[in-house]
């Protein structure tokens, strides 16, 4: 199934492989042994490897670019920095939340729409008819 998602699991092993938190790269070489287990378990493995290289590769990249950030603003601007991103997203995040209608005002709203009308007469002849049939 593509995306290896299952809509018909019931338990989360059924998702597929799980390995506790191990280190695929030890002192940036990457573990064959710990490879080989994740590729045995999926599908299109020649494929997935290249996705787990470039994620890799972005990670040594980010780490990259961290250091050269501390090096020329200094550690504590930079954490100073990343707790500003942290704090406005969350501002963010809250004022996008607050302004989802809350469940009561859109029942209200959408309660008469002709999918809930037919659904509701629907719903009305079902009733009578299994009374009628007691």
Known sequence: ??????ANATEVEQEGLRLPP???Y?????????????????????????DIKAQAAALAIGEKRLAALVDRYGAD?????????????AQQMRAKIAAIPDAATTRARHSWT??????SRCASRCASTSAAKR
Request: charged content about 25%; cysteine-free; hydrophobic content about 45%.
């Open 22 to 24: 191990v280190k695929l």
């Open 77 to 89: 601007t930079v954490e100073q920095a990343i707790g500003e991103l942290k704090a406005r997203a």
């Open 114 to 119: 002709p999918m809930a009308w037919s659904m």
């Open 26 to 50: 030890k002192r940036g070489v990457l573990d064959q042994e710990i490879l080989s287990i994740i590729l045995s378990n999926i599908r299109i493995a020649d494929q997935r490897i290249g």
């Open 1 to 6: 199934m593509p995306g290896g998602f299952s």
